[in-house]
């Protein structure tokens, strides 16, 4: 009951942001942003100088419009780092620029790593693509059931094992194999073995298999101090988190104050407060409500959320605090003697002001999230890096060289459909079209967005990083499909899940 209870409540937080999303930004019709993928092209034939010119063009208007903080990207032309460009800031408040050198987080572009990782084990002995999971493990990671032993690592790979996305449940949808649905869950359940079978952390792991043979040497799963200063920061629109500490400050001041009103009462005999009662009781409040925000998101690795919540709390209960105070000294003078008017004009005074600093807030549309507090290595979902490195990972994902043939041809395998030309290897999706076959994935944290598309029959391809929020969620697919002109139709609704098993077939 308690992990369903925090599982609703992790995804009423995404989904709540992704509705405040469409209300401030509203949204761009999919249809004519790929209208011509039916027909498109790839752009590999094209001179590198035409595709980057027409680039440089087209993006500093694009993330205008857009609200697009910053974009790190590189193309991919015969097997090789063509071009790597950086624009934009990293932070909107310090302004410092987006260079070749900057990281960004790539959410879900981190399961391409630890796929990779689990094939060189398979490689080595250590792991096997057909055998249950739960049998390299001392003590189980999933709860009994009679899916238990029957998830392997090709499942997982392939997002077919049945275990769920955003959820803390760790119980099968359907049975493993029997379908596609996309899943966090079972790359953390993977995490689980990696680690149990190699010895070490992820990060150690991947460092030693992934990182350090292919030179990705600005690339992590943790955020160590040798990177922190070089890494972008997500924004935010500054109402999410706003609102996010004024609903439940203000809901839990009403019932503290109700509560404090009625002892208040029985003790003294009668409802008069104090100065020091009023204040006493908004900074209880204020612990009361940041204290479990703390905890609930720290425990999940999402500590700079709660940093930015904290802040932006202190920052509009000093600017409320500050201008009620004057404004009700003005009050004060102009009603000398009626204590009654004070009170309603303070009441309409406090509406008043709350009103106008959502209004105000509601007019910042990048608000730096903190990028410092520590987080632990997550497989499915933490992984920096720069644009010049993960370029290079995609360049051997798409002709490995540390993977035997028969594992390479198998990666890039079908071994689930979605669609009729949309499909799932060991790790990447696989897209097929006029174009020929294309591996590709992408990644959506709330702060950060990016993808990664190559053809590799034509050594042909892209990555795309940004900094911008889930409010509009579609930006890097979007400058991908500006960029190297591959179909996107389909890939942009494998990013919105529309693929997922739904339990009717």
């Known amino acids: ?194 680690e149990e079978v190699s010895g070490q952390p992820l990060e150690e792991v991947a460092q030693e298999l992934v990182f350090k043979p292919l030179g990705m040497l600005s690339s992590s799963f943790i955020n ?59 900074i209880l409040v204020f612990v009361l409500v940041l204290m479990p925000i703390f905890i609930f998101l720290g425990k999940y690795g999402l500590l700079k959320f709660a940093w930015l919540i904290a802040f932006c709390g202190i920052s509009v209960s000093a600017v409320f605090a500050g201008l009620f105070y004057v404004i009700r000294t003005v009050i004060r003078r102009l009603f000398k003697k009626r204590a009654r008017y004070q009170s309603i004009l303070a009441t309409i005074l406090t509406l008043f002001i709350i009103v106008i600093i959502i209004g105000l807030l509601s007019r910042i549309e990048n608000l730096p999230v903190p990028k410092w507090p520590t987080v632990p290595a997550g497989a499915a979902s933490t992984l920096r890096v720069t644009t010049g490195d993960l370029a290079m990972f995609l360049i051997e994902l798409s002709n490995p060289q540390y993977l035997s043939h028969q594992l390479a041809e198998q990666l890039q395998s079908p071994q689930v459909w979605l669609a009729e030309q949309m499909a799932w290897g060991l790790g990447p999706g696989i897209q097929q079209s006029q174009d020929g076959k294309a591996l590709w994935q992408w990644g959506q944290n709330l702060d950060f967005q990016s993808v990664v598309i190559i053809y590799p029959q034509q050594g042909f391809g892209a990555v795309v990083m940004t900094n911008n929020d889930l409010q509009n969620p579609d930006v890097a697919i979007k400058i991908a499909h500006r960029l190297i002109g591959s179909p996107m139709d389909l890939i942009l609704r494998a990013s919105h899940l529309d693929f997922n098993y739904s339990g009717e077939n």
């Open 224 to 282: 160590h101090s040798g990177i922190t200063g070089r890494t972008a920061n997500g924004h935010l629109h500054a109402i999410v988190p706003v609102l996010f500490f004024v609903i439940p400050y203000l809901t839990v001041l009403l019932f503290v104050w109700l509560i404090g009103l009625l002892i208040l009462r029985i003790w003294k005999g009668h409802w008069r407060t104090t100065f020091r009662m009023v204040w006493a009781t908004l």
């Open 1 to 194: 009951m308690k992990e369903k209870l925090m599982s609703k409540t992790v995804i009423f937080f995404i989904f709540f942001i992704m509705t405040i999303g469409e209300s401030f930004y509203g949204q761009e019709d999919t249809d004519t942003v790929f209208s011509s993928d039916s027909t498109s092209t790839l752009r590999w034939s094209e001179p590198l100088t035409s595709i980057t010119a027409d680039l440089k063009d087209y993006l500093p208007g694009y993330m205008q419009e857009q609200n697009i903080p910053g974009v790190a990207i590189a193309l991919i032309q015969d097997g090789k780092v063509a071009w790597t460009g950086g624009f934009g800031v990293m932070n909107t408040i310090t302004r410092e620029p987006v260079t070749l050198e900057t990281l960004f987080e790539v959410a879900s572009n981190s399961k391409l790593v630890t796929a990779y990782i689990a094939l060189r084990l398979v490689d080595q002995g250590v792991l096997a693509l057909d055998e249950p999971l739960n049998q390299y493990l001392s003590v189980p990671w999933l709860p009994p059931s009679e899916y238990r032993d029957a998830i392997t690592l090709r499942h997982v790979l392939s997002h077919s094992t049945g275990l769920g996305h955003l959820t803390f449940s760790r119980e099968c949808i359907f049975p493993p194999g029997s379908g596609f649905y996309y899943s966090n869950k079972g790359f953390l359940y993977l995490q689980a073995v990696i």
